[in-house]
């Protein structure tokens, strides 16, 4: 057996040797390989005594062994017996004989698998011995969905969607609505009308007819302040959520140069 | 392609090239040339053929009798600037992408939705999501849109200025009305037998129109696709985020 | 690899193409084959080529033909499983060394669980580690699926439900080989001087078949796709865990 083993002792790193194969049937074919013979043919009770040996010979030197060698050498050892011990009369058990060619079936599985891939990794390989087009041009299929729907499908499904959604309110009654340039216009008119300090909501009630309360207070609250902005009226408040009043501005002698200009932007932007 | 073989290989003589090499080497030299033009990610210039292949391929002589072997194949060596490259044939891209037409059923919800923008139109998403009950996503949109059935009228002239969706033609067409207020009332549809069970009393359906003309709450749409469009396609390229905003 | 030429199925005589049309249509026949060949990177299969020409088209003859008309020259015409593609002739491969990549390198086991893979197919992954002796980390097959050459065929009928291996076309593809049982039986194997010592005698390896088609004890994978997913998603990174559950 020697090649094998001997290699192995001779060097400290022996763990990692073992680490090298690949499982216990890794190790006995190596081992059997050792022999040089056919694995067909070999002795599977010297292939056994040798890879016991050298679980053996690993355990003296406390050499750490991965459960599987060890379970391996555990089957082996009970193998060996049953090949040494002649077979009994009313035993179940295989016979050493029998277990010896699964054994050997074993291995010879092993060895043409291993042969196989050392095919595949000759083999010529995409990529790197024979290449695809290299500017592949697209083959694509445009998939366009034609929608299809009959019009009985259509009503039952309108139908029995306001059936169940039925008391629900359904009113789309058009709003009044109040774009920010009307808005501007009308307070403008409103609060030059107006003695002093108004609440704004007041002046908005009369912007119009209609209870579009919050509509009217969206856009009038926006108006007031390009008002303010322009300077063209002021706007106070005692305090958050205090009521607003609004008032045409005061003394438009203290106007400085930059309000000038404002009233032009004002201008433009009502235009 | 015509005749198995014969373009490529040696045995019909072209022109000037043959002259100087044995058949042999001529279709080696064409067939390194092929290999390589086929396996190349970009095109290649004779200054690189030339700089890959064996010294004694004359570079441009092969080219030319490999292009004319190539000739009115379904393949041709083109020429793109300084490189060759092989191209399929022009006249057969068409075979290279086809467009197909798929049938699809339209979900539950979006014909929910269809049916509520032909009776209710103009509606806003908002609108259609109060009668529904449960809110629209917008691919349900996209997909009415898609199938060319519902448009987009224009803007709400209302907080956000959501816009409104209204019924197209092509609508009218699929499901064969002849206008759009043939779509039964609530009492032919009571006598049509499509309510499934007992009808609430107070319901109603709207006398649909699809008049194009904008209501007195509606603005025009128009220009602000532009805009809309460019904030789309920044967004995502999913078909749902696609559709988004604006009219197909 | 076996020569471009002659693999396609012999059943029909070549010259059956001829009679039967007019010199123009096996022309222009062969010019969307090839077109539509030459444009794609990926085998296509036949009935992808029979549902993109046009339905007089005899693909299979056509596919015969022009797997001859390039039989020995720089790119061929080579059949992988049901797929057709063209490739660069295989003793080209010096030329072209700048396009190639050099592929991922294969561990030993990995290289070991791909043919036992491929020659015992369908496989469960204690299958595996019985022949080899030794377990199989979960990394080798993820590496293998990765790659694209090995697929989760379905489950095994029996308790656990393991699943089961298989390879792809892809598989194929990588390692130019017409159809899976153009890979060596043993006596090719052992005319291959691939074996480190003696030749065993009594050695066999099982013909390996790939037919999609589930075993009397496979189940099928589907259903349960969606869990596994989750599963590996949780257990290891993206990509593995993407491949990993799902039929490809």
Redesign the interface.
């Given at each position: 057996m020697g090649e094998v083993i001997g290699l192995q002792t001779r060097d400290k790193a022996f763990v990692v040797d073992l680490d090298g194969f690949e499982g216990p049937l890794d190790l006995l074919l190596a081992l059997a390989r050792t022999e040089k013979v056919d694995i067909a043919k070999m002795s599977v009770l010297a292939l056994v005594e040798q890879y016991l040996a050298f679980i053996e010979t690993l355990r003296e030197r406390r050499i750490e062994i991965a459960s599987d060698y060890l379970v391996m050498a555990a089957w082996l050892a009970y193998l060996k017996a049953r090949l040494l011990v002649p077979k009994q009369a009313r035993d179940d058990e295989p016979d050493g004989e029998e277990l010896a060619a699964i054994l050997a079936e074993r291995l010879q599985r092993l060895e043409a698998m291993r042969v196989a891939a050392r095919h595949l990794a000759e083999r010529p390989r995409l990529g790197r011995d024979i290449l695809a087009r290299g500017q592949p041009e697209a083959i694509r299929d445009h998939r366009i969905a034609r929608y299809e729907a009959s019009l009985v499908d259509l009503l039952r499904a309108y139908a029995e969607q306001r059936r169940l959604r039925g008391a629900a309110r359904v009113e789309m009654a058009p709003r009044r609505v109040w774009s920010l340039t009307e808005m501007y216009e009308c307070l403008e008119r409103l609060v030059g009308k107006a003695a002093g300090w108004t609440p704004l909501q007041t002046l908005l009630d009369h912007a119009g007819p209609g209870d579009d309360r919050e509509g009217r207070l969206a856009a009038g609250f926006s108006a007031s302040l390009e008002l303010v902005r322009e300077g063209r009226a002021e706007l106070r408040q005692a305090g958050p959520f205090e009521r607003l009043d609004l008032r045409t501005r005061q003394g438009r002698d203290g106007q400085g140069p930059e309000d000038d200009g404002r009233e032009g932007g004002a201008d433009e932007r009502r235009r | 392609?015509?005749?198995?073989?014969n373009d490529?290989?040696g045995e019909t003589p072209r022109s000037a090239t043959v002259t100087a090499l044995t058949p042999d080497d001529r279709r080696a030299h064409?067939?390194?040339?092929?290999?390589?033009l086929?396996?190349?990610?970009?095109?290649l210039s004779e200054a690189m053929l030339a700089d890959?292949?064996p010294d004694d391929v004359n570079v441009r002589l092969c080219l030319a009798e490999l292009q004319s072997a190539y000739a009115?194949?379904?393949?041709v060596l083109a020429r793109r600037g300084d490189g060759w490259?092989?191209?399929?044939?022009d006249d057969?891209a068409w075979?290279?992408?086809?467009?197909?037409?798929?049938?699809?059923?339209?979900s539950?919800p979006?014909?929910?939705t269809?049916?509520?923008i032909?009776?209710?139109q103009p509606?806003t998403r908002a609108?259609i999501e109060?009668?529904?009950?449960v809110s629209v996503s917008r691919g349900t949109l996209d997909?009415l849109m898609?199938?060319g059935?519902v448009r987009i009228r224009g803007r709400r002239?209302?907080?956000g200025r959501p816009v409104t969706y209204g019924t197209t033609p092509g609508f009218l067409d699929?499901?064969?009305?002849t206008a759009i207020d043939d779509?039964?009332g609530m009492e032919e549809?009571k006598g049509?037998g499509?309510?499934?069970?007992?009808?609430?009393g107070?319901?109603s359906?709207?006398v649909p129109s699809d008049d194009p003309a904008l209501?007195?709450?509606e603005d025009p749409y128009e220009g602000d696709a532009e805009e809309t469009r460019e904030e789309e396609t920044g967004a995502s390229g999913e078909a749902d985020a696609d559709g988004e905003g604006e009219p197909r």
């Open positions: - | 392609m015509s005749g198995a073989g490529i290989d064409l067939r390194m040339l092929e290999a390589l086929f396996a190349s990610r970009e095109p890959r292949l009115g194949r379904g393949v490259a092989f191209r399929t044939a057969l075979l290279m992408s086809r467009e197909m037409e798929e049938p699809k059923k339209l539950r979006a014909l929910e269809l049916a509520i032909a009776y209710h509606v609108d109060e009668i529904r009950g997909v898609d199938a059935w002239r209302s907080p699929h499901f064969a009305l779509l039964p549809l049509a499509l309510f499934d069970g007992p009808v609430p107070g319901l359906v709207p209501r007195a709450d």
